[in-house]
């Protein structure tokens, strides 16, 4: 009769195991790839249209076109490729293109990668660089590499460029060369 409740003790550890390794497995599933889990993307999207409103006037401050977005949690940082910000100040338009960007502290940076343009056919200005921010709460604009600008006049290049867009007030640093057309006979 001793027989039955040792089979029984013996069954109810063995069943008590097999639970306890299902729990564990279902407690980490991941445990192997948690590195890849964490560092995939969270949302992914197509042909992405945002826009940042004024917080007083409510009008539409710049809008962000992309044709893919790939936004990651875990380094609070959003992939664009191919971004198209159209910027409007109330004295002029910009518009910025890159092949790449980012967009950095809850959508306050903007940073712009690789083929950079940015335009401005309401003064008539080109500029081209490799790498371009834009400070959405402070309305600032910076370039830390080489800057070139094509204008009417003729064109300028410069290592730096930092701009503000509320004042229209454009700094220009590094080894700052101007070439201006001159008129024509």
């Known amino acids: ?7 029984s003790a013996s069954g109810v550890i063995l069943l008590g195991l097999i639970v306890m390794m299902t729990l564990h497995e279902w407690g980490n599933p991941l445990e192997g790839d948690n590195e890849a ?22 009008e539409v401050e710049y809008r962000l076109l992309a044709n893919n977005l790939e936004q990651y949690e875990r380094e609070a940082l959003t992939l664009l490729d191919h971004p198209d910000l159209r910027l409007n100040n109330g004295n002029s338009q910009w518009t910025i293109q890159a092949d790449n960007g980012e967009v950095r502290d809850n ?3 903007i940073v712009f990668e690789n083929n950079v343009e940015a335009v401005s056919k309401n003064n008539g200005v080109t500029l081209d660089t490799r790498e371009l921010h834009y400070l959405s709460r ?11 600008m094509r204008h ?8 730096r460029m930092d701009a503000d867009l509320d004042t ?7 080894g700052v060369v101007s070439e201006f057309k001159g008129p024509k006979p």
């Open 1 to 7: 009769m001793r027989r039955p409740g040792l089979l």
């Open 37 to 58: 889990f964490l560092s995939a993307p969270v949302i992914t999207a197509e042909n992405i249209v945002a826009r940042q409103f004024n917080r007083d006037s409510g």
């Open 107 to 109: 959508g306050d940076v």
């Open 138 to 148: 402070d309305r600032q604009v910076s370039a830390p590499d080489t800057v070139n």
């Open 152 to 159: 009417s006049e003729g064109s300028t290049r410069a290592g």
């Open 168 to 174: 229209g007030r454009m700094t220009l640093k590094q």
